[in-house]
C-alpha cells in the first residue's frame, strides 16, 4: 500500500532475509516411558488407543475414526479421521493426504485390540437399542464417536502426571 500511496518507492522486504525455519525433532517415549504410560491408563479405551497409536503410528482423528471393518487380515485402512469444531461438532473428513492407506498392525496389538472388542461388546450389551449405531473401534460408551480435543487432554494429563519429559505428547506416539 504505501508504495501505491507513493509513500516509498520500492518495498523494503524484497531486500530482507526471511529468518532460518528451525527444523523441530519429533520427541519417542523410551521403552520404560512407554510401559509406564500404558499401565497408568485409566479408562477402558485408552489403552488399547494407545497402543494402537504406537503400534502404528497413525494420527489421533484417524484412529478415532477407525472401524472395526477397516482391520482385515491384519491390515488396518486408514481412509478418514475424526474432526471437532466449534461450528459443526464432531464430524468425519478425509485424512491429511486424502488418501486412504493400509498398514499392517502387529501381532501383539491385534491382540489388544480383540481384548478391547470385547469389552466393548459388554459395554453395547447394556445399551441394547440405544446404542449408536457404527462400528468404531474407539467410541463413547454410547457408541457416539469420541471429541479428538478430550482425548489429548486426557493424556496431556495423564503424562503431566507421570512427570514424562516435556515435550512428550500424544504425537510422540507416531515417533515412537
Known sequence: RAIRWGLVK???????????????QGAALTPAQQALVFGACRSWWLRPFLELAAATGCRRGELLALRWSDIVDGRATIARSVVYTKAQGIFF????????????????????????????????????GDYRAG??????????????????????????RLKLPTGISLHSLRHT
Open 93 to 128: 473428513k478425509g485424512t491429511k493426504t486424502d488418501k486412504p492407506r493400509t498398514i499392517k498392525v502387529p501381532a501383539s496389538a491385534l491382540a489388544v485390540l480383540e481384548a478391547h472388542r470385547r469389552k466393548q461388546s459388554a459395554i453395547r450389551a447394556l445399551y441394547e
Open 135 to 160: 462400528d468404531l473401534i474407539f467410541a463413547a460408551t454410547d457408541g457416539a464417536p469420541i471429541n479428538p480435543d478430550t482425548v489429548s487432554g486426557e493424556i496431556y494429563k495423564m503424562f503431566r
Open 10 to 24: 520500492t518495498n523494503p522486504v524484497t531486500y530482507s532475509e526471511p529468518p532460518a525455519v528451525k527444523k523441530h
